[in-house]
């Protein structure tokens, strides 16, 4: 399953996107104008810290906001919305944030670079020195029938671009940030004087759902000790009826999806847990009948990059096995079509949560996870120690390398089917569309819609001390959605997970994994057919067919009703299995599809890519 991103990520400076002019004279003039008529250098500087307390309005809820800054690079923001609360911020440890269940996360390198991009412009510290000197003036604009200049300021160390709107007072009106593919424009108004500097009180946020802001108070400060800005301290989780490891027996769903069955309020309920779902996801079904009332609208956009609206629901107590997590923020949204690719109903998707709560052991081999006690945990005899690094939405990435290029950064995802989705920028720096000779095509399937990607057949795939040979992996294509983000090269799945006893221990900040007898020698699943079937309105229906495919040389095109395979009518409810083995079935087999209308297509079984 597909992350969702951050809730909510409150601007508190300046961002934008990339210049176009070299006239930085110009923009140091602008920005120059823009300090004096914030009042000046020499008052900025003497200012140490900034307190704001607030309010913050954001999909339909609405609640407190405090932020407090520190020139010397600290940063601690928290919110509270009622139905969702949260923060993150710098530390002398590094970036954390404190997700909506209270969890604490390692902050990523882009939101870290974020942070200190908004510190910076907070402090005017873009307007003097360096800073100013590489700035660039892109064009003269209007904003609201104002003329305005607009300034690029100089990338980030990942690249992030930012542009300010300036008038010819200096009064700034508008900023952006460009990062990852992804917008956020920011407006300010409601500047005042405070302290001797001019500040803006409210700001607007747009990009993805909109969040108003409206300063209450703001305090600059001469002095302001960093002890104010500590990272806030988070409970241990609790645990109901064990005192040691438990243990939970596993429904691997097609041999790579993670069922367990537990409990949310008093309903039992199939739960799929998914490393790689930034928050846990309840269907709208489940949530009526447990009583569960969501609240605010926030909207989620996944593997298809299409916008799918989500309610939130703060206090929601979820049980596996013997361990009750502590109360959840969940997120409540209809996976019928999730339910629908994947041939299984998902009522729960147990997320981040769990990984952030105990050390979790999933044994594919076993059908078994094993959730130890943090305090005992003691790491598997013989097992390969990875480093995780923090991902957006507190999931975690490790190294992995494909054939002779060097080692790449992949998130985790339990919730992947795949062996290794490869994104779209590292696709195209590597040139992997060209690297091999034949390529597949297939479709990706998540929230929010899917997108096409292409199939290859990599001669070796190392990771975790281990060499595969003719791994199948996938490459993104499409700019849409998830697997566009630059933030990690690739997604690791359960095609190369289910190899290992997996061990994931987010507090020591790896991943531990202990290869099975049969790693290396197992192989990987085949697609010899080449199509995506999917349930719509109680039939069979080819969502897909691979260009260059089996199924698409024996004439079998996407919208196509199946009725049978072999002689054999189709049923919905088994559809999927039934392709699984047909499309695994050895090279030169024939098989014989029959469409609607009766017309029957007999395709040969091929590798194809």
Request: glycine content about 12%; aromatic content about 6%; charged content about 20%.
């Amino acid at each position: 399953m597909s992350a969702f991103r951050s809730l909510f990520c409150v601007v508190l400076g300046l961002a934008g996107c990339r210049g176009t002019s070299p006239d930085s004279d110009q923009a140091a003039a602008v920005l120059a104008r823009h300090l004096a008529w914030c009042g000046g250098a020499t008052a900025w500087q003497a200012i140490q810290g900034l307190q704001l307390t607030g309010e913050l309005e954001a999909s339909g809820l609405h609640g407190g906001l405090t932020v407090t800054l520190h020139r010397d690079g600290y940063v601690r923001q928290q919110y509270d919305l009622g139905t969702i609360a949260g923060g993150e911020g710098i530390d002398a440890v590094g970036g954390w944030r404190r997700n909506a269940s209270g969890q604490l996360e390692g902050l990523p390198a882009a939101d870290v670079a974020r942070l200190r991009g908004d510190l910076a412009l907070a402090f005017l510290d873009h307007a003097v020195g360096e800073p100013a000197s590489r700035a660039t003036w892109v064009r003269t604009d209007q904003i609201d029938g104002v003329a305005v200049d607009v300034i690029a300021l100089p990338a980030d160390d990942l690249g992030g671009q930012r542009q300010l709107w300036i008038d010819g007072d200096g009064a700034l009106h508008r900023s952006e940030r460009e990062f990852d593919g992804r917008r956020r424009q920011t407006g300010f108004a409601d500047w005042r004087q405070v302290g001797g500097v001019r500040i803006s009180f409210a700001q607007e946020v747009r990009g993805g759902d909109t969040q108003r802001i409206r300063w209450q108070s703001i305090r600059p400060l001469a002095e302001l000790p960093v002890a104010e800005l500590a990272r806030p301290a988070v409970a241990a989780p609790a645990v109901a009826g064990t005192s040691g490891p438990v243990v939970v027996p596993l429904d691997l769903h097609e041999g790579r999806y993670l069922f367990a069955r537990g409990r949310i309020g008093e309903v039992d309920t199939d739960i799929v847990v998914d490393s790689g779902a930034g928050i846990t996801v309840v269907d709208q079904e489940l949530a009526a009948a447990a009583g569960l009332k969501g609240q605010g609208q926030v909207t989620a956009r996944g593997v298809g990059g299409e916008g799918r609206p989500v309610q939130l629901c703060r206090g929601v107590t979820l049980r596996l096995g013997d361990l009750e997590l502590p109360p959840l923020t969940v997120a409540i949204l209809d996976l019928g079509e999730v339910h629908r690719k994947i041939g299984r109903r998902m009522p729960v998707i147990l997320g981040k949560e769990l990984f952030h709560a105990r050390p979790v052991t999933v044994d594919y081999a076993q059908s078994r996870l094993v959730l130890h006690e943090p305090d005992n945990f003691v790491p598997p005899a013989g097992a390969h120690e990875l480093p995780l690094r923090p991902l957006d939405d507190g999931h975690v990435m490790v190294q992995l390398q494909l054939e002779d290029l060097p080692p790449c950064w992949c998130m985790v995802d339990t919730g992947s089917g795949d062996t290794v989705m490869f994104h779209l920028p590292y696709v195209r720096e590597n040139g992997l569309l060209q690297r091999w000779e034949r390529l597949g095509e297939r479709t990706v399937s998540g929230v929010g819609g899917f997108v096409l990607a292409k199939q290859a057949r990599a001669h070796a795939v190392t990771f975790a001390g281990v060499q595969f040979a003719a791994v199948p992996v996938s490459l993104a294509t499409d700019p849409r959605g998830a697997m566009a983000s630059a933030t990690s090269d690739g997604t690791l799945g359960a095609g190369l997970l289910s190899r290992f006893v997996v061990t994931f221990d987010h507090a020591g900040k790896r991943l531990l994994l202990v290869p099975a007898a049969d790693a290396v020698t197992r192989s990987f699943r085949a697609d010899r057919l080449g199509l995506t079937p999917v349930e719509q309105d109680g039939a069979v229906v080819l969502e897909h067919v691979g260009a260059g495919s089996p199924a698409a040389e024996a004439g079998l095109r996407a919208g196509d009703r199946i009725t049978a395979i072999d002689g054999v009518a189709v049923d919905v409810r088994s559809f999927r299995q039934r392709f699984q083995a047909v499309r695994e079935a050895a090279a030169g087999t024939v098989v014989t599809i029959r469409i609607g209308g009766g017309a029957e297509r007999r395709v040969t079984l091929a590798d194809w890519f």
